[in-house]
């Protein structure tokens, strides 16, 4: 669940970045999907 971790650190960044948080999401989104 270590990847986990790593996904805060990478939503962290979203937040800091309004302007590319909906482009972020989508790939977050992507990656959730992909390792269910």
Same mark, same amino acid.
């Given at each position: 669940?270590?990847?986990? &971790? /790593?996904?805060? $650190? &990478?939503? #962290?960044?979203? /937040?800091? $970045?309004?302007?590319?948080?909906?482009?972020? /999401?989508?790939? &977050?989104? =992507?990656?959730?999907? =992909?390792? #269910?």
């Amino acid at each position: 669940k270590i990847w986990a &971790f /790593l996904d805060v $650190s &990478f939503v #962290e960044r979203i /937040l800091k $970045s309004q302007k590319e948080r909906q482009c972020a /999401l989508r790939v &977050f989104k =992507g990656m959730i999907q =992909g390792k #269910e």
